[in-house]
């Protein structure tokens, strides 16, 4: 009796011990496949130039800290021109520019390369506050957009830019890119003209 009593518990202990060594061999591979997944997995990391900063991004959402150093990279690049640089700044904003608003990116530098070759002047944009909304995915920038035209022809003034932005691709891209005053802008550039073509009768004395 004893030893039928045993035999039972050997047989439970040695049922219990199988199916532990099963669960420990499926697990025991499924680390296996995980870690060879990892190994192969290529991590591609994409650097944004210009971040100084911490930053986080949380689905198609960024913090603030992230659109301030993507917008003073933007603004260097889209209203720090010469007559000299204006191809090679479009070309670095396009890069980060969403595809729906290449066009109008594209249009914006064919203009500006127009002016500065024209007008012979650079320009040069200081900020003095920007209005973040990380819900939005916009910003505002308000600063002074300093030009320089001829050999003594220097021009400041008040501008405000809205950029809107647009997580694609798990990058941020431009979406959107205009000031909110476009009117001084045309009495700018009516100046400019003016002063322009005063210069020119001058030398023609």
């Known amino acids: 009796m004893e030893h039928s009593y045993v035999l039972l518990n050997l047989k439970k202990i040695t049922k219990q011990r199988n199916i532990v060594l099963v669960i420990a061999a499926a697990l025991l591979g499924a680390n296996l496949l995980l870690s060879g997944s990892l190994a192969l997995m290529q991590r591609e990391i994409v650097m944004v130039p210009g971040i100084l900063q911490e930053y986080r991004i949380k689905g198609s959402k960024v913090s603030s800290s992230y659109l301030e150093e993507m917008t003073h990279m933007f603004l260097a690049n889209l209203l720090d021109l010469t007559p000299d640089n204006v191809s090679y700044k479009k070309e670095l904003v ?49 600063g002074i957009l300093s030009s320089r035209f001829g050999r003594s022809g220097n021009e400041e003034k008040e501008v405000e830019y809205r950029l809107i932005y647009e997580m694609n691709g798990g990058i941020l891209r431009l979406k959107s890119f205009a000031m909110l005053r476009p009117d001084e802008e045309k009495k700018a550039l009516e100046k400019l003209k003016q002063e322009k073509a005063k210069a020119t009768n001058g030398e023609g004395r």
């Open 94 to 142: 396009l890069k980060y520019t969403l595809a729906g608003s290449t066009k109008v990116i594209n249009d914006y530098f064919a203009e500006a390369q127009i002016q500065h070759e024209r007008f012979q002047f650079s320009t040069y944009f200081s900020a003095k506050h920007l209005e973040i909304s990380p819900e939005k995915m916009e910003v505002v920038a308000k």
